[in-house]
């Protein structure tokens, strides 16, 4: 009995400190304490009476002296959503915000999201099998609901009938899914897209479940060749779409979607002329295509490429039919972007009165082309190169005009010219930088890639800023030139003026000045060097293994001054390997040295004529001869 008495005792006392303890310690707000309380006689929840904004507004206005305060946040994470403003009362002296939210980001990041169910493919353009599409067609697939870069984003692609990937751009535009071909496609050809499982997904992050695929073919050359004369046949009063309308801003921000939905805007809704905001910079962080037909007015504005974008294969494509001008192109190429392109030219496209800078590559090239016309531009600061044309084996360009441009500090080349035909580079101004230890050329004929066929370089104004290095104003680089016509060319201080390697060259009344080896150097066959001028700077004829040059035409040029290289230091024609059969004829040549000098010191020459002419001179033997079979002769040699 003393025992349950002494139990009961130690009972009380601990349940008497439970509740002193409980009311000064554990007392909660009432809301709470009710909710424990089983003695409470409160059984009804609080409900919400209204909100203010109201529940779900579209729209939420708020002073402007508010704004930076202002988060949205997901109590389910650490995520801040900032209000977007889409618009102010510009009556209101307050200055009065309409803002809007991002719900669609404020779901995707809440993993209590109710929606469960993965996007789909509802349809695509072209459908599955369709035939006769015409090749520079943007593919679009739509979907059951918006979607956004997925997890496999990257391995969505685009194969030829060999089944290799073609060159393409993506972007995403709500619940489509839009792919644009940087290149035309073939004609008549099937062509496979492969859109993989998680390649895209939701704003509640539900992937694409199935790889999906489907196939076309594109129409055949007459019928691509209709739609582009449909594209000559617009008429000439067209409306413009002017970008600051469309949201461009050229605020320092990634505007490449937003410049691009124009693009696409102004060609699927036939608009002729797209006008960019005077003076802005956009910057660009992925590569825009302006498409067939569009007439583009830069009004002097400039597209900058975002920095960090390494090995771009180009940021502006100029699809066929289009017209570029007062356009400003910056590569940016000294904030990571090593090896981007600039501007790519297709068929039928003009590009005039446009200035290119800054870029790593090639800052203006056409590709597989035809009736290109690049036109007083202005191009500068390239690694590389200024303008260049671009073909294929059996696919040369044709019909290029490359004229009155001006081109300066191109590392490599002002004007490169491969797989390209029936072509004129005219009238434009080089000048080529001094690289020391390095070469670098005003105009090259490049046929390594491929060859050159019927090409005029006449009027140009080439100029070197120095000789340190190896710059040559007009050069070529072997036999894969035919035809070629090198005439009325200004060159003044450059290491080499004119360097032919290659058959049948006409190299006709150009003005040649100071050049530290030689004014034109000769390793050809059948080729004509006739009625230049040349100061300080001499002709070479010369050789290579297993190439002899044979059968040139050196006629009617005023030499004065002679080439300047040690070897042929004052000497006005110098024949420096074994040839055979050249023709040395009615000349006027002014030197200290030899008029002619023929040597011995690679082999042989055979055959050479030396005749009818004029040579100015202190002495009378003004001809070296150490040939085999030279005829010399009605020379006149007038001592001066």
Not at 127 to 138: G, L, Q, T, Y
Not at 356 to 363: L, Q
Not at 489 to 516: H, L, M, Q, W
Not at 564 to 575: E, L, M, P
Request: charged share 20%.
């Amino acid at each position: 009995m003393l025992k349950k008495k002494m139990l009961f005792k130690k009972f009380l006392t601990v349940y008497m400190s439970f509740v002193f303890i409980s009311t000064f310690v554990f007392t909660s707000p009432a809301e709470i304490f009710a909710a424990k309380n089983p003695s409470s006689v409160d059984k009804d929840t609080p409900t919400v009476v209204n909100t203010n904004p109201e529940k779900d507004p579209e729209d939420m206005f708020m002073p402007a002296s508010s704004l930076e305060s202002i988060q949205i946040i997901n109590p389910s994470s650490a995520d801040k959503f900032v209000p977007t403003i889409v618009s102010t009362d510009s009556e209101n002296d307050a200055g009065i915000f309409i803002l809007r939210s991002p719900v669609e980001s404020f779901a995707a990041n809440n993993p209590l999201s109710a929606d469960k169910n993965a996007p789909t493919v509802v349809s695509t353009d072209p459908e599955k099998k369709a035939r006769d599409v015409p090749v520079d067609k943007s593919i679009t697939v739509s979907f059951s609901e918006n979607i956004m870069a997925g997890f496999n984003y990257e391995k969505i692609k685009v194969q030829n009938p060999k089944g290799e990937i073609v060159n393409y751009r993506i972007n995403i535009d709500d619940n489509i899914l839009i792919i644009d071909q940087v290149d035309n496609l073939e004609p008549d050809a099937k062509y496979k897209v492969t859109i993989p499982s998680k390649a895209v997904q939701d704003n509640s992050g539900n992937s694409l479940k199935k790889s999906f695929t489907f196939e076309y073919t594109t129409g055949s050359p007459e019928q691509n060749e209709e739609m582009s004369s449909e594209i000559t046949n617009v008429p000439a009063e067209r409306n413009t779409l002017d970008l600051v309308q469309v949201g461009i801003k050229g605020d320092g921000t990634d505007e490449a979607s937003t410049l691009q939905r124009a693009l696409d805007y102004a060609r699927d809704n036939a608009i002729g002329t797209v006008a960019f905001p005077s003076g802005k910079t956009i910057l660009i962080g992925s590569p825009v295509t302006v498409h067939k037909g569009l007439i583009v007015e830069g009004n002097g504005c400039t597209l900058k490429l975002a920095d960090n974008h390494p090995n771009l294969n180009c940021f502006v494509y100029l699809k066929e039919y289009t017209q570029t001008r007062q356009l400003r192109v910056d590569g940016n190429k000294d904030n990571g972007n090593t090896r981007s392109q600039g501007v790519r030219l297709y068929s039928n496209a003009i590009f005039e009165d446009n200035e290119v800078f800054n870029v790593s590559s090639y800052s203006v090239f056409t590709y597989k082309g035809d009736n290109i016309k690049i036109i007083n531009n202005i191009i500068h600061d390239s690694d590389q190169y200024g303008i260049a044309t671009n073909g294929d084996t059996g696919d040369l360009s044709t019909d290029i005009t490359i004229s009155g441009n001006k081109i300066y500090n191109c590392k490599e080349v002002g004007i490169k010219i491969r797989w390209c035909s029936n072509s004129q580079v005219t009238q434009n101004t080089i000048t080529i930088p001094d690289i020391p230890e390095g070469s670098a050329d005003g105009i090259c004929l490049y046929s390594f890639d491929g060859p050159n066929s019927h090409v005029d370089i006449t009027n140009n104004t080439i100029k070197g800023e120095g000789t340190s290095g190896y710059n040559l104003g007009i050069n070529s680089d072997n036999e894969d030139n035919e035809y070629i016509n090198i005439s009325k060319n200004k060159i003044d201080d450059v290491y080499r003026g004119i360097s032919i390697n290659f058959p049948g060259a006409n190299v006709t009344e150009n003005v040649i000045n100071n050049c530290a080896w030689t004014g034109i150097w000769l390793v050809s066959n059948e080729s004509i060097v006739e009625n230049n001028i040349l100061t300080n700077s001499g002709i070479m004829i010369n050789n290579k293994p297993g190439y002899n040059s044979s059968r040139n035409l050196i006629k009617g040029n005023k030499i004065n001054g002679g080439n300047q290289y040690w070897r042929a230091k004052n000497t006005g024609v110098y024949i420096w390997y074994a040839t055979a059969g050249n023709i040395i004829e009615g000349n006027e040549i002014r030197v200290d040295d030899y008029a002619v000098k023929i040597t011995d010191e690679f082999g042989l020459s055979t055959g050479t004529i030396v005749r009818n002419n004029t040579i100015y001179s202190q002495t009378d033997d003004v001809i070296l001869d150490l040939g085999i079979s030279t005829i010399t002769t009605n020379n006149t040699i007038i001592k001066s």
